[in-house]
């Protein structure tokens, strides 16, 4: 799902709008926030610590922002900041539960700073690419889904994240390789040449 610039821009400015309105306290504002974040937000965190968990994290998400949207230095970037929300939780969780991932290391492969990550090449229909991506770790569904479904570039998952640009790219890199191998049964190249994971 690759939306045009113009596409963006007008997201991230009624993003803006919405958190305005939310700091203004106009009524519905709230309403309005979570109508337009629930269903990604909640994709992303169900994604990341199961369907099951799914609801605590999105309310301990939605009690943080209304706690602390005030904070918020740009307005039009209310997107990764509730995503960046909703990746804290998510990790709080994970590492409550002693299941904490660590981060995967940049591979000498890795595409440079100017090359951005290619879309993703697959035919397959959404119920088989969902179970792939909930098959991938952790680290690598929270880079497919920021990337592939919310649209965000690499900086700005790297802000939410709280890592590295070249870690996002060598992230996107393997989950796409991880996600050929399962969607279209190509070998993993990913130990070849020097290669990393």
């Known amino acids: 799902m690759t939306r045009t610039h113009k596409e963006l821009e007008l997201r991230r400015t009624r993003d803006g709008m919405i958190a305005r309105d939310c700091l203004a306290h106009r009524d519905g504002a709230w309403e309005a926030l979570i109508e337009r974040f629930e269903r990604p937000l909640g994709y992303?965190?169900?994604?990341?610590?199961?369907a099951e968990r799914c609801a605590d994290v999105m309310q301990e998400v939605w009690l943080s922002a209304y706690a602390s949207l005030a904070k918020l230095e740009r307005p039009e970037g209310l997107r990764s900041w509730l995503y960046r929300l909703a990746?804290?939780?998510?990790?709080?969780?994970?590492?409550?539960?002693?299941?904490?991932?660590?981060i995967a290391q940049a591979v000498a492969d890795e595409?440079?700073?100017?090359?951005p990550p290619q879309p993703l090449d697959v035919n397959a229909d959404a119920r088989s690419l969902h179970q792939a991506i909930a098959a991938l770790p952790v680290h690598h569904r929270a880079v497919v889904v920021l990337f592939y479904f919310e649209d965000l570039g690499v900086?700005?998952?790297?802000?939410?994240?709280?890592?590295?640009?070249?870690?996002?790219?060598?992230?996107?890199?393997?989950?796409?390789?991880?996600l050929r191998k399962t969607l279209m049964g190509s070998p993993d190249t990913s130990h070849t040449a020097g290669g990393h994971r």
């Not at 992303?44 to 199961?50: F, I, P, R």
């Not at 595409?111 to 090359?115: H, I, K, M, R, S």
């Not at 994240?161 to 790219?169: D, I, R, Y």
């Open 87 to 102: 990746h804290r939780r998510c990790a709080d969780l994970m590492r409550a539960q002693g299941r904490a991932q660590t």
């Open 155 to 178: 900086v700005q998952i790297a802000q939410t994240l709280e890592v590295p640009p070249g870690t996002v790219k060598s992230r996107i890199h393997h989950a796409r390789q991880a």
């Open 44 to 50: 992303y965190v169900a994604q990341q610590v199961g």
């Open 111 to 115: 595409p440079t700073p100017d090359t």
